[in-house]
Nanobody, 128 residues
Framework: QVQLVESGGGLVQPGGSLRLSCTAS????????LGWFRQAPGKEREFVTA??????????HYSESVKGRFTVSRDNTKRTVYLQMDSLNPEDTAVYYC???????????????????WGQGTQVTVSS
C-alpha cells in the first residue's frame, strides 16, 4: 500500500510558476515510479510527467505539452516527488494528481490505468 498526499496548487497568472509536492508513505519509496496526471473539466485524465524508481535510473519522462516548461524531481530521503511548473498558461488549468506504482515498465508510464495508487488531487488555476 502507498498513500499519497499532494500540496502546492493554487491560482497563478499566465507566465507564472508553481511547485507541486506529493509525499508518499508505505512501500519502499526509492523503488516506486511516481507520475503526475491532470484532468480539466469535461476532459479525460492525461499524463503530464513521471519519474521512475531506482530500477529505472530515476529517469524523467514528459508529455509534449509540458516538455521544457515542467520539471519532475524526487527526494527519496523526504519520500517526496516535486513538479516544478514554469511558463504556465490557461491550458494548464486542471486538477493535478500524483500517482504511484512499483511494477510499471517504460511503456506503461503514460497510462493512468496502470497506476495502483493515487492522491486526492490539487487544483491548479492559471488565469489573469
Amino acid at each position: 500500500q502507498v498513500q499519497l498526499v499532494e500540496s502546492g496548487g493554487g491560482l497563478v497568472q499566465p507566465g507564472g510558476s508553481l511547485r507541486l509536492s506529493c509525499t508518499a508513505s508505505g512501500q519502499t519509496f526509492s523503488r516506486i515510479t511516481l507520475g503526475w496526471f491532470r484532468q480539466a473539466p469535461g476532459k479525460e485524465r492525461e499524463f503530464v510527467t513521471a519519474i521512475r524508481g531506482s530500477g529505472g535510473g530515476y529517469s524523467g519522462h514528459y508529455s509534449e505539452s509540458v516538455k521544457g516548461r515542467f520539471t519532475v524531481s524526487r527526494d527519496n530521503t523526504k519520500r517526496t516527488v516535486y513538479l516544478q511548473m514554469d511558463s504556465l498558461n490557461p491550458e494548464d488549468t486542471a486538477v493535478y494528481y500524483c500517482a504511484a506504482d512499483s511494477t510499471l515498465i517504460l511503456s506503461q508510464l503514460t497510462n493512468p490505468g496502470a497506476y495502483d495508487y493515487w492522491g486526492q488531487g490539487t487544483q491548479v488555476t492559471v488565469s489573469s
